[in-house]
């Protein structure tokens, strides 16, 4: 038998993650013998951009696309913030007793991503990522807190039937509440697939609704239904109290259904001590390694963009092009399989060139064909911007030597492994230690009430000196987040968290996390007063170099914004110390054109799916082996989850490798 090429455009989650199974997944069905790679073999990685993958492949930005961590002075030992992507929900393949079976369908978690950090032995960085239970809001020029808010101090709105005396995400559980009879903590995977599909509004609604019972959901949009049932109000404050302006977009109101039931209890939050950037590093040097074990040749290609793609005699033909003109083909190759291992934006260029290379008769135009271009836009592009910033203290915490009038509550524990070990030195009692174990990432808001949950078991109360110690060694701060209707949206708090921590503290926050039409603002104060822009929007790969520094006047606009989310309404930007550092990534730009993806209504997305992962099942009598992965044709949309689970879907189903987990209850995309 001939040698094989196998092509991956796109060097990010997916592509990774689709390399690492190619070299490591084992095979479960012999049909597909002949797919395997093996000794001889060319496995072919492209990319756009030039991540930071190792020493001996260096780059100009962190690796992992859409992740991209950023170090204070780009000391990987330093304080971090992240830019992208940040977190994972953690599975807990180890629950305790009273817990959902790990392998059932209600167990919680991101299980490719959990799997796949244990499977790279990146389990000693994994570190709890805990939110706030007592959010710090500035919402139209008044700062309170979420646990302030009641029927005698309701939020600043006037929402119709007393809502805003409620939660803003009280507005979302009204408008579900519409939808089904069955409690959404019963749920499952599988379940949420059938909801996308044949899901309806099962309530009775007055005449004056828009909406009636019966209606599909997912001919839906969701803004349309929260407007409908909220009023101008109520959605504004469920719109500004949120924090994400993409979860209240015209998506597909049954998805969005479970976006806005994300954050439930159970759901454990984590990320990697050495920054996520981290597990693509990992990923990397194992496809390095693989490929050299196994004998086969392993060829990665930088700063090189897929062109255009063709199908011919059971070959992808593609042409490439150079980073610093990519808009120009200077060669073409081919392929026994290739991997579109990108977002819809970088799918819509190659597309576009592919468009006038004028196919001969035995060549086939797969992302052309009218269905696949019309479930290519079944996913809304929802921009996204995020700067970071490093200050020489903590100014926005309660316990700050000077604290600001609102400071953000950040302060947590946590009972991690890395306590109990240092507690166990220190010669804590045995009984406590005990208890400890089953209370490991319970995340707690307070010292008295962590204290309180272990005496709780052991029935022995603990010392001055032990609380002492016990404050100490499982202090973890959350995240926050704070939430304010400016341009900032979000701000989230990663404080100290280098890795060596016997250097000069330096404390991180992600100083402005929006998304949608709140990055235009940003924008235009890139540029100075003085400044003419001199590079396309269109053709600007900013996501591609890096995190880029902050200006002047946007760093007084940050400032300015931040007083007022800390220090109260109209207080001087001057109330912040000037930053250390700061820099923004602005997602909203080629090749990404958007931070995360979300589903459009008027599609059934399970038949998108499974679907466009190999578009040419969408053309009659045409097989060709072109395949589309990542997060934008996913059930985990905006999550690093959704660009491993469509990789994982691939591999099973069209290259016969066992899955990486079992998927009976986790079925990777949604099933027929």
Same mark, same amino acid.
């Given at each position: 038998?001939?040698?094989?090429?196998?092509?991956?455009?796109?060097?990010?989650?997916?592509?990774?993650?689709?390399?690492?199974?190619?070299?490591?997944?084992?095979?479960?069905?012999?049909?597909?013998?002949?797919?395997?790679?093996?000794?001889?073999?060319?496995?072919?990685?492209?990319?756009?951009?030039?991540?930071?993958?190792?020493?001996?492949?260096?780059?100009?930005?962190?690796?992992?696309?859409?992740?991209?961590?950023?170090?204070?002075?780009?000391?990987?030992?330093?304080?971090?913030?992240?830019?992208?992507?940040?977190?994972?929900?953690?599975?807990?393949?180890?629950?305790?007793?009273?817990?959902?079976?790990?392998?059932?369908?209600?167990?919680?978690?991101?299980?490719?991503?959990?799997?796949?950090?244990?499977?790279?032995?990146?389990?000693?960085?994994?570190?709890?990522?805990?939110?706030?239970?007592?959010?710090?809001?500035?919402?139209?020029?008044?700062?309170?807190?979420?646990?302030?808010?009641?029927?005698?101090?309701?939020?600043?709105?006037?929402?119709?039937?007393?809502?805003?005396?409620?939660?803003?995400?009280?507005?979302?559980?009204?408008?579900?509440?519409?939808?089904?009879?069955?409690?959404?903590?019963?749920?499952?995977?599988?379940?949420?697939?059938?909801?996308?599909?044949?899901?309806?509004?099962?309530?009775?609604?007055?005449?004056?609704?828009?909406?009636?019972?019966?209606?599909?959901?997912?001919?839906?949009?969701?803004?349309?239904?929260?407007?409908?049932?909220?009023?101008?109000?109520?959605?504004?404050?469920?719109?500004?109290?949120?924090?994400?302006?993409?979860?209240?977009?015209?998506?597909?109101?049954?998805?969005?259904?479970?976006?806005?039931?994300?954050?439930?209890?159970?759901?454990?939050?984590?990320?990697?001590?050495?920054?996520?950037?981290?597990?693509?590093?990992?990923?990397?040097?194992?496809?390095?390694?693989?490929?050299?074990?196994?004998?086969?040749?392993?060829?990665?290609?930088?700063?090189?963009?897929?062109?255009?793609?063709?199908?011919?005699?059971?070959?992808?033909?593609?042409?490439?092009?150079?980073?610093?003109?990519?808009?120009?083909?200077?060669? *073409?190759?081919? %392929?026994? #399989?290739?991997?579109?291992?990108?977002?819809?934006? +970088?799918?819509? $260029?190659? &597309?576009?060139? =592919?468009?006038?290379?004028?196919?001969?008769?035995?060549?086939?135009?797969?992302?052309?064909?009218?269905?696949?271009?019309?479930?290519?836009?079944?996913?809304?592009?929802?921009?996204?911007?995020?700067?970071?910033?490093?200050?020489?203290?903590?100014?926005?915490?309660?316990?700050?030597?000077?604290?600001?009038?609102?400071?953000?509550?950040?302060?947590?524990?946590?009972? *991690?492994?890395? %306590?109990? #070990?240092?507690?166990?030195?220190?010669?804590?009692? +045995?009984?406590? $230690?005990? &208890?400890?174990? =089953?209370?490991?990432?319970?995340?707690?808001?307070?010292?008295?009430?962590?204290?309180?949950?272990?005496?709780?078991?052991?029935e022995q109360a603990l010392g001055i000196k032990q609380i002492k110690q016990l404050q100490v060694a499982a202090r973890n701060d959350?995240?926050?987040?704070?939430?304010?209707?400016?341009?900032?949206?979000?701000?989230?708090?990663?404080?100290?968290?280098?890795?060596?921590?016997?250097?000069?503290?330096?404390?991180?926050?992600?100083?402005?996390?929006?998304?949608?039409?709140?990055?235009?603002?940003?924008?235009?104060?890139?540029?100075?007063?003085?400044?003419?822009?001199?590079?396309?929007?269109?053709?600007?790969?900013?996501?591609?170099?890096?995190?880029?520094?902050?200006?002047?006047?946007?760093?007084?606009m940050l400032r300015k914004m931040l007083a007022e989310l800390h220090f109260g309404p109209n207080s001087d930007f001057s109330c912040?110390?000037?930053?250390?550092?700061?820099?923004?990534?602005?997602?909203?730009?080629?090749?990404?054109?958007?931070?995360?993806?979300?589903?459009?209504?008027?599609?059934?997305?399970?038949?998108?799916?499974?679907?466009?992962?190999?578009?040419?099942?969408?053309?009659?009598?045409?097989?060709?082996?072109?395949?589309?992965?990542?997060?934008?044709?996913?059930?985990?949309?905006?999550?690093?989850?959704?660009?491993?689970?469509?990789?994982?879907?691939?591999?099973?189903?069209?290259?016969?490798?066992?899955?990486?987990?079992?998927?009976?209850?986790?079925?990777?995309?949604?099933?027929?």
């Amino acid at each position: 038998m001939s040698q094989k090429t196998y092509s991956i455009f796109g060097a990010g989650a997916a592509g990774l993650y689709t390399a690492w199974r190619l070299l490591d997944g084992k095979l479960e069905k012999k049909a597909f013998a002949a797919k395997q790679l093996k000794k001889g073999d060319t496995l072919e990685l492209y990319d756009w951009g030039r991540y930071d993958f190792s020493k001996s492949h260096p780059g100009s930005r962190a690796a992992g696309a859409r992740i991209c961590t950023w170090h204070y002075r780009n000391d990987k030992n330093d304080s971090y913030v992240e830019l992208g992507g940040m977190r994972y929900s953690f599975w807990d393949q180890q629950p305790p007793k009273d817990a959902p079976n790990p392998n059932g369908g209600l167990a919680p978690g991101h299980r490719v991503v959990t799997k796949t950090i244990e499977l790279l032995g990146l389990d000693k960085y994994s570190v709890p990522f805990n939110v706030t239970g007592n959010q710090l809001y500035y919402l139209r020029s008044r700062n309170f807190y979420l646990n302030d808010i009641t029927s005698n101090r309701p939020a600043p709105y006037a929402v119709n039937n007393f809502g805003a005396s409620t939660t803003p995400d009280q507005g979302f559980t009204t408008v579900q509440n519409l939808a089904t009879t069955i409690p959404w903590d019963k749920f499952t995977r599988r379940d949420w697939c059938r909801f996308y599909q044949d899901g309806r509004i099962t309530a009775e609604l007055p005449a004056s609704s828009v909406f009636q019972k019966g209606d599909l959901l997912k001919d839906t949009g969701y803004w349309n239904l929260l407007y409908d049932q909220l009023g101008s109000e109520g959605f504004e404050y469920a719109a500004d109290g949120n924090g994400y302006s993409s979860n209240v977009i015209n998506t597909h109101a049954g998805v969005s259904f479970n976006i806005n039931n994300e954050f439930t209890p159970g759901s454990q939050y984590r990320t990697l001590s050495i920054g996520y950037s981290g597990m693509f590093n990992a990923l990397f040097d194992e496809i390095v390694r693989l490929a050299k074990a196994k004998g086969i040749h392993f060829r990665y290609h930088p700063d090189t963009r897929l062109h255009s793609i063709l199908w011919k005699n059971d070959k992808a033909v593609f042409t490439y092009a150079d980073r610093d003109n990519p808009n120009i083909a200077v060669g *073409t190759r081919e %392929a026994d #399989a290739a991997w579109l291992a990108m977002p819809r934006a +970088a799918i819509d $260029l190659v &597309a576009q060139a =592919t468009r006038f290379r004028k196919p001969a008769h035995s060549e086939v135009d797969v992302l052309n064909h009218e269905k696949v271009n019309l479930y290519l836009e079944s996913t809304i592009m929802q921009p996204s911007y995020k700067v970071g910033m490093f200050f020489d203290s903590p100014w926005w915490a309660p316990d700050a030597d000077n604290p600001a009038p609102y400071p953000a509550q950040v302060i947590g524990y946590t009972i *991690t492994p890395d %306590a109990i #070990a240092t507690l166990k030195k220190q010669k804590f009692p +045995a009984s406590a $230690l005990k &208890a400890m174990t =089953t209370l490991i990432d319970v995340p707690y808001t307070s010292l008295q009430d962590m204290v309180g949950a272990i005496e709780g078991i052991t029935e022995q109360a603990l010392g001055i000196k032990q609380i002492k110690q016990l404050q100490v060694a499982a202090r973890n701060d959350t995240i926050g987040p704070s939430v304010t209707n400016s341009p900032i949206r979000m701000v989230v708090y990663f404080g100290n968290n280098a890795r060596e921590q016997k250097k000069t503290p330096i404390y991180g926050i992600l100083a402005s996390y929006d998304d949608e039409d709140n990055t235009a603002f940003w924008q235009e104060l890139e540029l100075g007063p003085d400044q003419q822009r001199r590079i396309p929007i269109s053709q600007d790969t900013q996501p591609l170099e890096g995190p880029r520094r902050v200006p002047s006047r946007m760093v007084k606009m940050l400032r300015k914004m931040l007083a007022e989310l800390h220090f109260g309404p109209n207080s001087d930007f001057s109330c912040v110390p000037e930053p250390l550092e700061a820099a923004y990534m602005d997602w909203s730009l080629p090749p990404f054109n958007a931070g995360y993806h979300e589903w459009a209504p008027h599609f059934d997305i399970g038949d998108v799916q499974r679907m466009i992962r190999k578009p040419s099942q969408l053309i009659p009598d045409t097989d060709a082996d072109i395949f589309i992965v990542g997060e934008a044709y996913s059930n985990d949309q905006a999550w690093v989850e959704g660009a491993y689970c469509t990789s994982e879907s691939v591999l099973n189903t069209f290259f016969g490798i066992k899955p990486i987990i079992d998927d009976a209850q986790y079925p990777f995309i949604c099933p027929e």
